[in-house]
Protein backbone atom coordinates (compact mmCIF):
# COMPACT_ATOMS: atom_id res chain seq x y z
CA UNK A 1 0.00 0.00 0.00
CA UNK A 2 1.53 3.23 -1.05
CA UNK A 3 2.01 6.20 1.78
CA UNK A 4 2.22 9.43 1.52
CA UNK A 5 3.54 11.68 4.05
CA UNK A 6 2.71 15.02 4.31
CA UNK A 7 5.11 17.82 6.39
CA UNK A 8 5.87 21.63 6.79
CA UNK A 9 2.52 23.05 7.35
CA UNK A 10 2.16 25.75 10.38
CA UNK A 11 1.20 29.23 10.83
CA UNK A 12 2.57 32.56 8.74
CA UNK A 13 2.21 35.42 8.20
CA UNK A 14 0.76 37.28 5.20
CA UNK A 15 4.34 37.49 2.52
CA UNK A 16 5.85 34.85 4.40
CA UNK A 17 6.84 31.73 2.90
CA UNK A 18 6.66 27.74 3.71
CA UNK A 19 8.01 24.33 1.98
CA UNK A 20 5.37 21.36 2.28
CA UNK A 21 7.32 18.62 1.99
CA UNK A 22 5.46 14.87 0.52
CA UNK A 23 7.42 11.60 1.31
CA UNK A 24 6.37 8.64 -0.87
CA UNK A 25 6.83 4.59 0.18
CA UNK A 26 7.91 4.16 -2.89
CA UNK A 27 9.99 5.25 -5.72
CA UNK A 28 8.29 8.54 -7.05
CA UNK A 29 9.40 7.12 -10.74
CA UNK A 30 6.34 4.61 -10.12
CA UNK A 31 4.01 7.74 -10.15
CA UNK A 32 2.82 8.81 -13.50
CA UNK A 33 2.46 12.21 -12.14
CA UNK A 34 1.94 13.99 -8.66
CA UNK A 35 1.10 17.17 -7.09
CA UNK A 36 -1.01 19.16 -4.28
CA UNK A 37 -4.45 19.60 -3.90
CA UNK A 38 -5.79 21.95 -1.13
CA UNK A 39 -9.18 22.45 0.56
CA UNK A 40 -10.59 25.47 2.66
CA UNK A 41 -12.82 25.22 5.43
CA UNK A 42 -16.23 25.24 3.18
CA UNK A 43 -14.63 24.48 0.19
CA UNK A 44 -13.95 21.62 -2.62
CA UNK A 45 -10.24 20.52 -2.91
CA UNK A 46 -8.44 22.23 -5.42
CA UNK A 47 -5.78 21.51 -7.94
CA UNK A 48 -2.67 23.83 -6.74
CA UNK A 49 0.33 22.15 -9.24
CA UNK A 50 0.80 18.80 -10.69
CA UNK A 51 4.07 17.61 -11.90
CA UNK A 52 4.13 14.72 -14.59
CA UNK A 53 6.76 11.61 -14.96
CA UNK A 54 9.00 13.95 -17.67
CA UNK A 55 8.56 16.95 -15.11
CA UNK A 56 5.84 19.29 -16.73
CA UNK A 57 4.26 21.11 -14.71
CA UNK A 58 0.91 22.84 -14.28
CA UNK A 59 -0.18 25.65 -11.51
CA UNK A 60 -3.34 27.18 -10.81
CA UNK A 61 -3.55 30.48 -11.49
CA UNK A 62 -4.00 31.79 -8.11
CA UNK A 63 -0.76 30.28 -7.51
CA UNK A 64 1.32 30.93 -10.36
CA UNK A 65 4.76 32.94 -9.97
CA UNK A 66 4.15 32.10 -6.02
CA UNK A 67 4.62 28.48 -5.59
CA UNK A 68 7.15 26.38 -6.90
CA UNK A 69 6.77 22.23 -7.07
CA UNK A 70 10.32 19.87 -7.09
CA UNK A 71 10.64 16.35 -6.91
CA UNK A 72 14.08 14.93 -5.03
CA UNK A 73 13.96 11.25 -6.78
CA UNK A 74 16.92 9.94 -4.43
CA UNK A 75 14.94 10.42 -1.63
CA UNK A 76 11.78 9.53 -2.78
CA UNK A 77 10.41 12.87 -2.23
CA UNK A 78 8.20 16.36 -3.47
CA UNK A 79 7.95 19.45 -2.18
CA UNK A 80 6.31 22.32 -2.54
CA UNK A 81 7.88 25.59 -1.94
CA UNK A 82 5.20 28.38 -0.95
CA UNK A 83 6.34 32.48 -0.99
CA UNK A 84 4.18 34.96 -0.68
CA UNK A 85 1.78 33.44 0.89
CA UNK A 86 -2.02 35.24 0.72
CA UNK A 87 -4.77 34.26 3.61
CA UNK A 88 -6.57 32.97 1.14
CA UNK A 89 -3.40 30.24 0.70
CA UNK A 90 -5.50 28.90 3.94
CA UNK A 91 -6.16 25.35 3.64
CA UNK A 92 -5.17 22.04 4.40
CA UNK A 93 -2.81 20.64 1.36
CA UNK A 94 -2.80 17.64 0.67
CA UNK A 95 0.17 15.06 -1.80
CA UNK A 96 -1.52 13.26 -4.40
CA UNK A 97 0.00 10.48 -6.64
CA UNK A 98 -1.37 9.27 -9.72
CA UNK A 99 -0.82 5.41 -11.52
CA UNK A 100 -2.86 5.13 -14.85
CA UNK A 101 -1.95 1.35 -14.82
CA UNK A 102 -3.07 -1.05 -14.63
CA UNK A 103 -5.84 0.92 -13.80
CA UNK A 104 -5.96 4.65 -12.95
CA UNK A 105 -5.33 5.11 -9.15
CA UNK A 106 -4.85 8.40 -7.26
CA UNK A 107 -2.84 7.93 -3.81
CA UNK A 108 -3.49 10.89 -1.37
CA UNK A 109 -1.31 11.95 1.90
CA UNK A 110 -3.31 12.38 5.03
CA UNK A 111 -2.85 16.37 4.81
CA UNK A 112 -1.33 18.84 6.40
CA UNK A 113 -2.59 22.84 7.55
CA UNK A 114 -1.35 25.83 6.07
CA UNK A 115 -2.46 29.04 7.88
CA UNK A 116 -1.53 32.49 6.42
CA UNK A 117 -2.61 35.39 9.17
CA UNK A 118 -3.34 38.95 7.92
Known amino acids: QVQLVESGGGLVQAGGSLRLSCAAS????????MGWYRQAPGKQRESVVSITNDDCTNYADSVEGRFTISKDVAKDTMYLEMNSLKPEDTAVYYC????????????WGQGTQVTVSS
Open 96 to 107: NAKRLLPLQRDY
Open 26 to 33: ESIFSFNA
